[in-house]
């Protein structure tokens, strides 16, 4: 009832919709870029920085924000000296993701040709594909020789619509289970390391390690009421292939001892919060928690530190790269786009910035690897390769905010598991 009681209080002043996970890349946006914050390059809103290459070349607007690393620079740096034909200017979005869609949305719905290629997150594509206002890609990936399968799996699928690829990966961001290496046995963090292991193990091991070292709780993740719910919930029931045995693994690990009473207002910030102040034993979260841990008022470090897969797979957010229907430089939009996400282009941008690559030959770059100590732990790596997007549709915001009222209303106990499990399915069949 507690937990029921303080869902309610705070379900009924939030506004439903797609929040902190947002477009379940919200958060990992904005996190990203706290992580990896620099000092004062970033551009602002709507700066334009124009090309400095010879030459009269075509000219390819980019729409995208600004995470001041200098990595979208070195790589429209990269791409003008590859060729002579064509150049690029780069016009900044906002980095609050909600007015970079609406603005988007106002250009595109106007017929707008301004921006050739558009930053877009993983969960517009559907949407903007639904309403004309993206480029299929699919004909000039057959001519460039690309493959879906070049690709990180849940980016691609993120970017597909009616079976067709509309926007192509910048980098994936996933779900993943941090947990205290100096508290779990070596035993228990192999198995968690190797993904080889299911929700009740898990909670078991949850239960069995809350307390040690001062811990509260054995696990926290995001159950409140908001995009995050989905996309946890896409995890635990394997992508929504096991609606049924997915929720009644989640009802039970919300209503055992492992998870704190108000468990169900947890969203990213409380369960980072939790593990970051050595609160709890495991946390489910974005990998932007790992540079939390690095700060010098953080109680867990790094060293203290170990990461998991998630079982149903991790679900995806990050970024793809887009071309507008209505672009009058489509040639050179597609030389850039392909640039920008082929093995040289992953390599600059996420050796510069720090991101995990969306091509999959760039993992094995070494100046990547370095740029990102993740890539080298077993756990996040065996994440990176089950990675699962969330529902496939033209109305996702709809969708969402009906998934979310009714998987809270099953986890608050005001609904039973048969009657949820119709519900879900019935709104996933209607896309």
């Given at each position: 009832m507690?937990?029921?009681?303080?869902a309610?209080?705070?379900?009924?002043v939030?506004?439903v919709?797609?929040?902190?996970?947002?477009g379940g890349s919200?958060e990992?946006?904005?996190?990203t870029s706290e992580?990896?914050?620099?000092?004062?390059?970033?551009s602002?809103?709507?700066?334009?920085?124009?090309?400095s290459?010879?030459?009269?070349?075509?000219?390819?607007t980019?729409?995208?924000?600004d995470?001041?690393?200098?990595?979208?620079?070195?790589?429209?740096?990269?791409?003008?000296?590859?060729?002579?034909q064509y150049?690029?200017?780069w016009?900044?979005?906002?980095?609050?993701?909600?007015?970079?869609?609406s603005?988007?949305?106002t250009?595109?719905?106007?017929?707008?040709?301004e921006y050739?290629l558009?930053s877009?997150d993983t969960?517009?594509?559907?949407?903007m594909?639904?309403a004309?206002?993206?480029?299929?890609l699919?004909?000039?990936?057959?001519k460039?020789?690309?493959?879906?399968?070049?690709?990180?799996?849940?980016?691609i699928?993120?970017?597909?619509?009616?079976?067709k690829?509309y926007?192509l990966?910048?980098?994936p961001?996933?779900?993943?289970?941090f947990?205290?290496?100096?508290?779990?046995?070596?035993?228990?963090a192999a198995?968690?390391?190797?993904?080889?292991?299911?929700?009740?193990?898990f909670l078991?091991?949850?239960e069995?390690y809350?307390?040690?070292?001062?811990?509260?709780a054995?696990?926290?993740?995001q159950?409140?009421?908001y995009?995050?719910?989905?996309?946890?919930a896409?995890?635990?029931?394997?992508?929504?292939?096991?609606v049924?045995?997915?929720l009644?693994?989640?009802?039970k690990?919300v209503?055992?001892?492992a998870?704190p009473?108000?468990?169900?207002?947890?969203?990213?910030s409380?369960?980072?919060?939790?593990?970051?102040n050595?609160?709890?034993?495991?946390s489910?979260n974005?990998?932007?928690?790992?540079?939390?841990l690095?700060?010098?008022?953080?109680?867990?470090k790094q060293?203290?530190t170990?990461v998991?897969?998630?079982p149903g797979?991790?679900?995806?957010?990050?970024?793809?790269?887009?071309m507008?229907a209505?672009?009058?430089?489509k040639?050179?939009a597609?030389?850039?786009?392909?640039?920008?996400?082929s093995?040289e282009?992953?390599?600059?941008?996420?050796?510069?910035?720090g991101?995990?690559?969306?091509?999959n030959?760039a993992?094995?770059?070494?100046?990547?690897?370095e740029?990102?100590?993740?890539?080298?732990k077993?756990g996040?790596?065996?994440a990176?390769?089950?990675?699962?997007?969330?529902p496939?549709?033209?109305?996702y915001e709809e969708?969402?905010?009906?998934l979310?009222?009714?998987?809270?209303?099953?986890?608050?106990g005001?609904?039973?598991?048969d009657?949820?499990?119709?519900?879900?399915?019935g709104?996933?069949n209607?896309g």
């Amino acid at each position: 009832m507690k937990r029921k009681v303080a869902a309610v209080m705070l379900s009924a002043v939030m506004a439903v919709g797609l929040a902190a996970c947002g477009g379940g890349s919200d958060e990992t946006g904005k996190t990203t870029s706290e992580a990896e914050e620099q000092p004062s390059s970033k551009s602002e809103e709507g700066d334009t920085k124009e090309s400095s290459a010879s030459g009269g070349r075509e000219e390819i607007t980019l729409f995208r924000s600004d995470d001041g690393n200098g990595a979208v620079e070195a790589v429209i740096e990269g791409f003008e000296a590859s060729q002579d034909q064509y150049k690029v200017k780069w016009v900044t979005a906002s980095n609050d993701t909600d007015q970079t869609r609406s603005q988007l949305n106002t250009a595109f719905s106007a017929g707008s040709s301004e921006y050739d290629l558009v930053s877009i997150d993983t969960v517009w594509a559907g949407d903007m594909a639904a309403a004309g206002y993206i480029e299929p890609l699919d004909s000039y990936m057959m001519k460039a020789k690309r493959s879906p399968a070049d690709y990180n799996k849940g980016s691609i699928q993120a970017g597909t619509y009616n079976a067709k690829t509309y926007a192509l990966p910048l980098y994936p961001d996933f779900g993943v289970i941090f947990f205290r290496s100096d508290i779990v046995s070596e035993e228990d963090a192999a198995k968690l390391r190797s993904g080889d292991y299911t929700w009740d193990e898990f909670l078991s091991m949850a239960e069995k390690y809350k307390g040690q070292s001062g811990t509260k709780a054995g696990f926290t993740f995001q159950a409140n009421q908001y995009e995050g719910l989905v996309c946890n919930a896409n995890e635990y029931t394997a992508n929504f292939t096991d609606v049924k045995g997915g929720l009644e693994a989640m009802k039970k690990i919300v209503d055992s001892d492992a998870t704190p009473d108000d468990i169900l207002v947890y969203q990213e910030s409380e369960a980072a919060n939790s593990y970051v102040n050595g609160d709890t034993v495991f946390s489910r979260n974005w990998p932007y928690v790992w540079g939390l841990l690095a700060a010098d008022d953080a109680a867990v470090k790094q060293e203290q530190t170990d990461v998991a897969p998630i079982p149903g797979g991790s679900c995806i957010g990050g970024w793809l790269l887009a071309m507008n229907a209505k672009s009058e430089h489509k040639d050179g939009a597609w030389a850039f786009l392909d640039y920008f996400t082929s093995l040289e282009g992953q390599k600059i941008f996420c050796s510069k910035g720090g991101y995990v690559p969306g091509y999959n030959a760039a993992l094995d770059d070494a100046g990547v690897k370095e740029a990102n100590q993740l890539l080298g732990k077993e756990g996040f790596i065996k994440a990176l390769e089950n990675t699962i997007a969330r529902p496939s549709s033209d109305k996702y915001e709809e969708l969402s905010d009906a998934l979310q009222i009714s998987i809270h209303k099953f986890l608050s106990g005001e609904s039973d598991l048969d009657t949820t499990t119709s519900d879900v399915e019935g709104r996933l069949n209607q896309g």
